[in-house]
């Protein structure tokens, strides 16, 4: 999904679901990593993380969608706009917009921290911990290791 396509259907959900216009900039932000959106309060812009739709699918895209069309709505209002606001949590609720947007998944952490290689044989050891290369030798040729 394009920046465009989000543009378009923040708009349309907008209309729809709050009966009022969207008139500032949705877009994605990969920058995003423990929320699903944000609604910035100075620009009143929307930023949506990607993985809402990459890690989940459109229908928790469209929850989080809507939380932050909750946010810029109210704002604009000068109303409750904030998550302990009863004006947000009653808005909420009308729409069906997530109370909280999934936690993306995180990256699988590296499960090696170290690379040896064969001096001889070019034959790669992944490895979580050191290793004494004075006393190991390659498990293919017997070539001396090292820390690459
Ligand atoms: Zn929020
Ligand atoms: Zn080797």
Redesign the pocket.
């Known amino acids: 999904m394009t920046d465009e396509q989000l543009q378009q259907m923040v708009v349309e959900i907008s209309q729809r679901d709050f009966q009022q216009p969207f008139l500032h900039q949705a877009y994605f932000n990969a920058r995003l990593r423990t929320t699903g959106g944000r609604y910035q309060l100075e620009s009143h812009n929307i930023d949506i993380n990607p993985k809402m739709l990459t890690d989940f699918n459109e229908a928790t895209l469209l929850g989080v969608i809507k939380h932050e069309l909750c946010h810029y709505h109210l704002h604009l209002a000068h109303r409750g706009y904030r998550h302990r606001d009863t004006d947000f949590k009653r808005l909420l609720a009308q729409v069906g917009g997530s109370r909280y947007a999934p936690t993306p998944k995180q990256k699988t952490t590296q499960a090696y921290r170290y690379l040896y290689q064969?001096?001889?044989?070019?034959?790669r050891y992944y490895r979580k911990r050191r290793m004494d290369t004075t006393r190991y030798t390659?498990?293919?040729?017997?070539?001396p290791?090292r820390l690459v």
Do not use: F, H, L, T
């Not at 064969?118 to 034959?123: L, M, N």
């Not at 390659?138 to 070539?143: E, F, K, Q, S, Y």
């Open positions: 064969c001096q001889r044989c070019g034959q390659c498990g293919r040729c017997r070539g290791i």
